[in-house]
């Protein structure tokens, strides 16, 4: 089906797309492999006019749109491709990454007190420290860190440092106390306390059972929100995304990116998923789109479970190494579908965070609950394109299901790659067998769009096409039970970070390919991601990236 619609795209762009003209265009691009998404021979040149494509083709006729204005960019063998669009992000956590305490790669539970010990130096005692992006997965200690840990380098300041996959995160002895977190505090539910052999709290808080420090969080003001924002879009216009599929989104968030678009401050494109509690201002004032096009809010991201590495993610079996759990489910259906009605009804699009294969299965039965209770006829929109976010261990019997149900699979393909050290042992063996299954998904007729859930990993698109095609860490590694053959080919996943994306968002008739009439969104890597050596491919960068005509990024050496 993807297939199929892809080729009538194409077609229909080829009947209503002009022959070259003489006169000039804005953009004249030549002098490197051109990738157009579409199964086509790669053209020499194209020609962007008014923030759209006006020709592809030989560079003799591109010349013709050469004038006295005209900007001619020489990719100089690098290579260019449809906007990189990252499917699944948090734009808020990228800037404030970059702007607090920021533990990603800290390569040991001792490198990680060592950051903490730097920042209680330079911070007043009794204020708190708040962090992100440590995963022990990878340390010499192999475990969870603990309020005693934190104890030992930070007595005085409330600590909470939230593990890389935002799902669980450990506070220290102050934290906890201020918070009259103790031993007779009962976890709330979808959330979890872990407890030493006396009950007493060890300090890690997994999914809701971190609200019982949320109070302890800081509190941005709009100011503060706009700033990491501003921090996050530069970080993403200079790694070659033209656009960010954003999730969770607070209203707050909402409006300071209506501001930076008012503004004339919003470079890339940002398609909002907002936080259930934002329904209503939904339902009651519809989708949300700018006059620029570059900013919309139509979508609602839910979670029905954890994630696999705090054992969060909603199994139905026990995890493989903790045999007590088999994970937490974080919604009640009752209460859910009908919100979820009122949803399909008015064109908001759902989108809901699923990782275990429980929590896969009752997405699409919830989903299919919903669809059977809304006739067509009542829905806003033909196709809803409800999504399933990470959608990462589902077992074999359901991966029809998504193509089936319409349902597209929101999924990151550096997960894979960073998961591969520990799932094995979460989950045994059998269990892979429906687990990062892309291949699979694709095979089965869904659509699958790719992203990064950046903060959680890098924000990379190189490294996500790389994860996608060679399924292996950045180090070669793959294990000898990973399921090489779920991997897939250069053009799927070329089509994953550019066309299913822009389908995702209901805009694959103006973005997610290279064709005369689409927007001029584009990405220039310095890498040729469809013939290089796969292990070259996260060693390239971004050159440039350009949304509807207008270069928001150009490398400086370049």
């Known amino acids: 089906m993807r297939l199929i619609s892809v080729l009538f795209i194409s077609l229909s762009l080829a009947a209503c797309a002009t022959e070259p003209q003489s006169d000039s265009a804005d953009i004249v691009i030549w002098g490197g492999r051109i990738h157009t998404g579409l199964d086509q021979p790669s053209p020499e040149a194209i020609a962007i006019d008014q923030g759209r494509i006006v020709f592809v083709g030989a ?78 997965t990878h340390w010499p200690e192999a475990r969870f860190p603990t309020r005693a840990d934190l104890d030992s380098v930070a007595p005085d300041h409330p600590v909470l440092l939230v593990r890389a996959d935002g799902h669980a995160l450990v506070a220290n002895s102050a934290a906890l106390q201020r918070a009259g977190v103790s031993a007779a505090t009962a976890p709330p539910d979808g959330g979890e306390i872990l407890r030493d052999a006396a009950r007493a709290p060890t300090g890690m808080l997994i999914d809701a059972a971190m609200d019982l420090v949320a109070e302890l969080a ?66 009651t004032g519809g989708v949300r789109k700018s006059a620029s096009g570059r900013l919309e809010t139509r979508a609602v991201k839910f979670y029905m479970d954890g994630a696999l590495g705090s054992r969060g993610a909603a199994l139905f079996e026990p995890y493989a190494d903790a045999p007590e759990t088999r994970g937490l489910e974080q919604m ?59 959608a990462q261990i589902v077992r074999p019997v359901d991966l029809p299901r998504f193509a089936e149900l319409g349902v597209i699979a929101s999924m990151q393909p550096s997960h894979a790659i960073s998961d591969l050290h520990f799932a094995p042992s979460r989950l045994g063996d059998a269990r892979l067998d429906g687990a990062y299954a892309w291949r699979r998904m694709i095979e089965e007729g869904a659509a699958l769009a790719a992203g990064s859930d950046a903060p959680v990993e890098k924000g990379d698109p190189l490294i996500e096409f790389y994860a996608a095609t060679a399924r292996r860490d950045l180090n070669g590694f793959q294990g000898s039970n990973w399921r090489a053959a779920d991997a897939v080919d250069r053009t799927q996943a070329l089509r994953m970070l550019t066309y299913w994306p822009a389908y995702a968002a209901f805009a694959e008739t103006e973005r997610g390919v290279i064709a005369e009439g689409m927007r001029a969104d584009l990405s220039i890597f310095s890498v040729d991601l469809m013939s290089a050596p796969l292990a070259d491919i996260p060693r390239g960068r971004a050159l440039a990236t350009i949304v509807d005509g207008e270069i928001i990024y150009r490398a400086a050496d370049w």
């Open 59 to 136: 560079r003799a006729a591109a010349q013709r749109r050469v004038g006295a204005d005209t900007r001619v960019i020489d990719l100089r063998g690098a290579a260019l491709y449809p906007g990189f669009v990252d499917a699944h992000a948090h734009l808020l956590g990228i800037g404030q990454r970059e702007l607090t305490l920021n533990l990603e790669g800290v390569a040991s539970l001792a490198a990680m007190l060592a950051r903490v010990r730097e920042r209680v130096a330079v911070t007043p005692p009794g204020e708190i420290i708040w962090g992100r992006g440590w995963i022990e």
């Open 218 to 283: 800081p509190r941005e003001t709009p100011e503060e929100i706009e700033r990491a924002l501003r921090v996050g879009l530069e970080v993403y216009r200079a790694r070659g995304w033209t656009a960010i599929h954003n999730m969770s989104v607070s209203w707050a968030e909402v409006e300071a990116l209506e501001r930076l678009d008012t503004e004339g401050a919003l470079p890339l494109r940002v398609y909002n998923a907002v936080t259930p509690e934002n329904l209503d201002l939904l339902l």
């Open 332 to 390: 009640n259906r009752d209460a859910v579908l009908p919100l979820w009605e009122q949803a399909l009804r008015n064109g908001v699009q759902i989108a809901t965070h699923a990782i275990g294969d429980r929590g896969n299965a009752m997405a699409l039965d919830w989903y299919a609950a919903t669809f059977d209770a809304v006739p067509r006829s009542e829905r806003a929109v033909a196709e809803p394109r409800w999504r399933i976010e990470h």
